[in-house]
Nanobody, 122 residues
Framework: QVQLVESGGGLVQAGDSLRLSCASS????????IGWFRQAPGKEREFVAV????????YYSDFVKGRFTISRDNAKNTVSLKMNSLKPEDTAVYYC???????????????WGQGTQVTVAS
């Protein structure tokens, strides 16, 4: 069982930066890929980024590539998502999730956090 808790969301202006954190309890955190997803009102949940167990491999969606950076600290059981140059269209609830696979599909993630709201004002 992996429990995930996101933090760090908030209201920012376009062009600002924000760092989201995903904290986990349990001894098996380092066995999982950790992904970030987001869901805007009226839209489907979409893949943002994923980090492998050792953080050696990362993947990003095209719309955040070059602006967002995913990283993890297995000693602290945390994964971070640093978001730079935020745009109003980045406004969404952001979720972290754990999977045995390095996937982009939300359906392949077994454990989810409760989400944290990010709002980017223009």
């Amino acid at each position: 069982q992996v429990q995930l808790v996101e933090s760090g969301g908030g209201l920012v202006q376009a062009g600002d930066s924000l760092r989201l954190s995903c904290a986990s309890s349990g001894p098996t955190f380092r066995d999982y890929y950790i992904g970030w997803f987001r869901q805007a009102p009226g839209k489907e949940r979409e893949f943002v980024a994923v980090c492998s167990q050792s953080a050696a491999t990362t993947y990003y969606s095209d719309f955040v590539k070059g602006r967002f950076t995913i990283s993890r600290d297995n000693a602290k059981n945390t994964v971070s998502l640093k978001m730079n140059s935020l745009k109003p269209e980045d406004t969404a609830v952001y979720y972290c999730a754990a999977s045995r696979l390095g996937a982009r599909q939300a359906s392949l993630y077994n454990y989810w956090g409760q989400g944290t709201q990010v709002t980017v004002a223009s």
